[in-house]
């Protein structure tokens, strides 16, 4: 089983490119063919598949295979997971409150 800071983890390093980012813009539309991301941005196509390997990993963004292409659209589950990630770990609870450090500094 995968340990959930490394899922996490695999989110916002999904987000933390700037093609990754415009290429979840670009989904925002519908679902969109790989040959219409590759024209859209100026990069080369192994540059794009692992892009869009590492988005389909972190589960924004999900995919189906017509013939030799694929298109892409974003995961509207993966979508909420992520938000739900970002929420939970910047929460402030009454815990976060200085407490007297355990450790002699």
């Given at each position: 089983?995968?340990?959930?800071?490394?899922?996490?983890?695999?989110?916002?390093?999904?987000?933390?490119?700037?093609?990754?980012?415009?290429?979840?813009?670009?989904?925002?539309?519908?679902?969109?063919?790989?040959?219409?991301?590759l024209g859209d941005l100026n990069i080369s196509q192994s540059t794009l598949s692992h892009h869009m390997k590492l988005l389909c990993e972190s589960g924004l963004v999900s995919y189906r295979r017509d013939g030799k292409w694929m298109h892409y659209s974003l995961s509207k589950e993966g979508c909420d997971a992520?938000?739900?990630?970002?929420?939970?770990?910047?929460?402030?609870?009454?815990?976060?409150?200085?407490?007297?450090?355990?450790?002699?500094?």
């Open positions: 089983m995968e340990n959930i800071y490394i899922r996490n983890a695999k989110v916002f390093k999904a987000l933390g490119d700037p093609n990754r980012l415009m290429i979840i813009e670009m989904l925002q539309s519908g679902e969109r063919c790989a040959c219409e991301i992520a938000k739900s990630i970002l929420e939970e770990i910047t929460r402030v609870t009454e815990s976060n409150k200085k407490t007297e450090c355990k450790y002699e500094c």
